[in-house]
């Protein structure tokens, strides 16, 4: 195919007009107009305009799309090669690009016109068979002067076909329609969907006006139609799919440590187990560093994470991980990659403890669940100065870095524990629940050294530094190299701080003190505030009351000279630890037979009861989970003792016994207490009742009776009272996160 030549004194086609090349000076044109306009045009813009084309000659060939090429079928490809040359021999005389020898005597363009080539080149064709006149040949030479060989294929083998083929339009958009309608819906079966466009058309068109294709043809209809849309699938694939950005997914980017910091709950495939040998499902919330990967807090609660449990992980954040007894001293941060010495100059706090980042965030990424959009966590956020950024509701690709971070964290760390219960249920083996033996707090200290050893120490293919992005790294050798540009300055907690993380009330300060949840709380602190107003107009003049949901034995009121912590008047008649959700629990048994301040101390007088039986063994399988599940929570966030690194229990054998970890689920009212005890899915010994609870609403004393039961230890309870008498075995604050008050003493 021969090519355009522009020189001096040509005329050629551009952007609309004729124009004559007045002047080539290196890889510029000066261009004139017969009207005398002059433009000056770089000549590969030029020629690659689609505008230009030079009068008199051909335009400038385009590159064949190759590749497209190669997916043609072997003799379409082959047809479109032999025209190629059958083409180039007409115009040129050779057959060839090459152009060698002498061409042949019939298409010489030295004797022979462009006609009578045309004209021997269609004879020689159909004498070989090939069905092609003289139009075909010139046809096919247009072709090539303007797509090159691709002008040459057969529009049969490239031609573009309907996703859904030759089905009747009105059809198709029937079936779109139905499914358009039905993305909202319940998941229905294709029966359902045929009938229902079926049920359309005869609307709009009339009684067999239009008739259905038979099943099979429809079935396949609907998927050429929906298949990637979003429209077909069960309801939860069609939300999720609607709920997802418009694509392209630009990946979430981040340059120093903190700048964005990703939370997220999920349930950790693992059973743990309570004291009475009941096992259940733990829920794992984490909070990972987008720049260094680095899982910087994580946090097992009994299954119900609260708004506490997020704040906490703020806390955790800020605060070193401590080295535990027993562990190697290669988890040490001194033995790490990460700059020990200078940091150790700046936060004296860092000094011996273990290899995990300390990290400050700037902005959260939260999704839309309750816990992460509360009030108490949104406020606790703002008191340490972080932005929370929530994401669109069930919108993956949005927080897609600590989702993968979960899936890492089941592959590597809960199959290889016993009681690994896999994702779902299809995925569970049947001795799942007998192969559980860890207790929740020995499964936070096997996480925590896990994720120093098995997270922050392994390379991340996906974790490239910006310098040497040939080289795989570690979330601690990120953050060794990001903490050096971007610098560390440490954040202490004081006892005020680990007070504003907690959830939050709005309360009145009455005669009586504070009273919420069927609680009163009281202290002399609150006489110069009772029956006042607080300086709170957007609160109605309510005062600020913080509490724990795992320790309702006291709450905090801010007052104007501070935080007063006020104490639950009913405090010392509950003696073993309980959650609002065990305090729930036992107020929907206890009938209420004399007023409210009656009312509120049998329900203590009953709290204790059910608590002490239940530690003892007794009781129904019923009030002993409810206890085992109110400690296992309570003790796993108690900010009472002073816990220092020399503190942590030692690591205890499969099986031993460890605290009272538990699961529930309990979801809020909308004051943040418990509405639901789900304990149904709890079956009691076969023939037994909750005589403990049932004495209670009747209003006797359900310790009479068993004094004796309980005197004298027996195999079943002398585990839990040794461990009772042994300082920090399980007890109150022996998984604590971090302590307040040594952190202000620190400081």
Request: aromatic fraction near 6%; hydrophobic fraction near 40%; glycine fraction near 8%.
């Amino acid at each position: 195919m021969t090519q355009a030549v522009v020189e001096v004194g040509a005329r050629l086609r551009y952007d609309g007009r004729v124009w004559t090349v007045g002047v080539l000076e290196g890889a510029r044109a000066t261009l004139v107009t017969d009207e005398g306009a002059v433009a000056v045009v770089l000549l590969p813009y030029l020629l690659s305009n689609p505008s230009f084309e030079a009068e008199g000659g051909p335009t400038p060939g385009r590159v064949p799309p190759f590749g497209l090429l190669e997916t043609l079928p072997v003799e379409v490809r082959e047809r479109a090669l032999a025209w190629q040359r059958h083409v180039r021999e007409v115009e040129t005389g050779f057959p060839e690009a090459a152009g060698q020898g002498r061409p042949r005597e019939q298409f010489d363009p030295a004797t022979q016109s462009l006609a009578q080539r045309e004209q021997a080149k269609a004879e020689e064709l159909a004498a070989a068979g090939w069905s092609a006149s003289v139009a075909t040949v010139r046809r096919m030479r247009a072709r090539y002067r303007s797509e090159g060989l691709w002008g040459l294929v057969d529009g049969r083998a490239v031609r573009e076909r309907s996703a859904v083929g030759r089905a009747d339009e009105r059809v198709v958009a029937a079936v779109r329609k139905v499914l358009e309608g039905q993305r909202e819906r319940s998941t229905g079966t294709l029966v359902r969907l045929r009938r229902q466009a079926g049920w359309l058309l005869e609307e709009k068109y009339g009684v067999g006006v239009v008739a259905l294709p038979p099943a099979s043809t429809f079935n396949r209809l609907v998927h050429a139609v929906a298949d990637g849309q979003g429209l077909l699938g069960t309801a939860a694939q069609r939300r999720w799919h609607a709920s997802r950005p418009a694509p392209p997914f630009t990946p979430t980017v981040a340059l120093r440590p903190g700048e964005l910091v990703m939370l997220d709950s999920t349930p950790l495939d693992v059973l743990a187990v309570l004291d009475d040998g009941v096992a259940g499902r733990v829920e794992l919330s984490i909070a990972l560093d987008v720049a260094t990967r680095s899982i910087c807090a994580a946090v097992l609660r009994p299954v119900g994470t609260r708004s506490v449990d997020a704040a906490m992980l703020l806390a955790q954040m800020v605060v070193p991980a401590a080295m535990r007894p027993g562990w190697d001293a290669a988890l040490s941060m001194q033995r790490s990659v990460i700059p020990y010495e200078r940091l150790v100059a700046l936060d004296a706090r860092l000094e011996g403890v273990a290899a995990r980042p300390v990290i400050m965030p700037e902005t959260v990424v939260v999704d839309q669940g309750r816990v992460y959009v509360s009030a108490s966590f949104v406020s606790a956020c703002e008191s340490l100065g972080v932005s929370v950024q929530p994401v669109p509701p069930a919108n993956g690709p949005a927080k897609g870095n600590v989702e993968r971070t979960f899936r890492a964290i089941a592959d590597g760390f809960s199959q290889y524990l016993p009681g690994h219960t896999g994702s779902d249920v299809s995925q569970r083996g049947t001795a799942a629940q007998g192969d559980a033996c860890w207790s929740l707090a020995q499964l936070q200290e096997l996480l925590d050294e896990w994720v120093i050893c098995g997270w922050q120490e392994r390379r991340h293919e996906a974790l490239r530094h910006p310098m040497m992005p040939q080289v795989a790294v570690s979330p601690n050798e990120m953050w060794a190299a990001l903490v050096a540009v971007a610098g560390y300055v440490p954040v202490p907690l004081s006892a005020d701080d680990y007070v504003e993380l907690l959830p939050v009330r709005w309360q009145v300060i009455n005669d009586y003190g504070v009273r919420f949840g069927y609680r009163t709380y009281d202290h002399p602190g609150l006489n110069l505030h009772r029956r006042r107003r607080s300086a709170r107009a957007d609160k109605n003049g309510r005062w600020e009351v913080h509490h724990n949901p795992y320790d309702p034995n006291r709450v905090w009121v801010r007052l104007p000279e501070g935080w007063l912590e006020v104490p639950w008047v009913h405090a010392e008649a509950v003696r073993r630890p309980f959650t609002a959700f065990t305090f729930d629990h036992v107020r929907r048994t206890v009938e209420r037979r004399e007023g409210r301040e009656e009312h509120e101390a049998a329900i203590a007088q009953a709290l204790d009861a059910l608590l002490w039986r239940a530690s003892q063994g007794l009781g129904s399988r019923r009030e002993r989970t409810v206890a085992a599940r109110a400690q296992a929570a309570a003790q796993m966030t108690d900010p009472s003792p002073v816990t220092t690194p020399q503190q942590w229990p030692a690591p205890l054998a499969p099986g031993a016994s460890f605290g009272l970890p538990g699961s529930f689920t309990a979801p809020l009212d909308a004051d943040g207490w418990d509405i639901d005890d789900s304990l149904d899915d709890i079956d009691d010994d076969p023939g037994g009742e909750d005589y403990l609870l049932a004495a209670l609403a009747d209003g006797q004393d359900a310790t009479a009776g068993h004094a004796d039961e309980a005197s004298e230890p027996t195999a079943a309870t002398a585990g839990d009272q040794a461990a009772e008498q042994t300082p920090d075995a399980g007890g109150a604050g022996g998984m604590r996160i971090y302590d307040p008050y040594q952190e202000a003493q620190a400081w």
